[in-house]
Each structure stands twice: as C-alpha cells, then as structure tokens.
Nanobody, 122 residues
Framework: QLQLVESGGGLVQAGGSLRLSCAAS????????VGWFRQAPGKERVFVAA???????FYNASMKGRFTISRENAKNTVYLQMNSLTLEDTAVYYC????????????????WGQGTQVTVSS
C-alpha cells in the first residue's frame, strides 16, 4: 500500500521560499504521477503541479514560474520548490499519487498524504 508523507511546511515571510517534500513508502514510484494540491481554510482543494515518471510536468498556470516540481527517483521523493511566496499561498499542501497520466483533477488521485501547513506572514 502506497503511503505518502509530506514535510517542509512552516511559517515564512512574504517573498520567501520553502521546499516541500513528499516521501513515498510501500511502493516504488515508477509508473506513477505525483501531484501537489493545496487547500486554504474554507476553500476547495486546488491543483498546484504534477510530475510523471519521465519527469514531465504540469502546472496550475497561476503558479507556474514561482513553483517548481521535481522528483528524485533514488529517494522515492517528489519536491515542490515555492518561491516569492505571498499571503495567498497560505494553505495546507497535500501530495497525491495516481497512475500514468498527468492530471489536475482531485478525483483522479488515489493516494493522499496528510498534508503540511504553509503559512505566509506579512
């Protein structure tokens, strides 16, 4: 059973950077897509970025340029580098996994981590 654990969240000032990690266990990420999503209080879960096993990427257009997704297969880990953070980036960030094809749809992802809180202060 695939398990995903996020880490790297925390409190950061506006304009700062954070790198989130999503570590997978119980299954080697080979034919999988890993995505990052975020959910602010009282709002729906929103797609941030996804990466497939060949390193192909897909971004929420509103975040592309500030956020970069990458993976390190040897460590079975996917990262989300977030730069130039704003107050609007405050949310719980989740990683999720699905098979084969890149997607932005929450409903298509089968496995989810517990999330990591990112808080951006002014």
């Amino acid at each position: 059973q695939l398990q995903l654990v996020e880490s790297g969240g925390g409190l950061v000032q506006a304009g700062g950077s954070l790198r989130l990690s999503c570590a997978a266990s119980g299954h080697t990420l080979t034919n999988d897509v890993v995505g990052w999503f975020r959910q602010a209080p009282g709002k729906e879960r929103v797609f941030v970025a996804a990466i497939n096993w060949r390193g192909g990427t897909f971004y929420n257009a509103s975040m592309k340029g500030r956020f970069t997704i990458s993976r390190e297969n040897a460590k079975n880990t996917v990262y989300l580098q977030m730069n130039s953070l704003t107050l609007e980036d405050t949310a719980v960030y989740y990683c999720a996994a699905k098979l084969r094809f890149l997607s932005s749809l929450v409903s298509e992802y089968e496995y989810w981590g517990q999330g990591t809180q990112v808080t951006v202060s002014s």
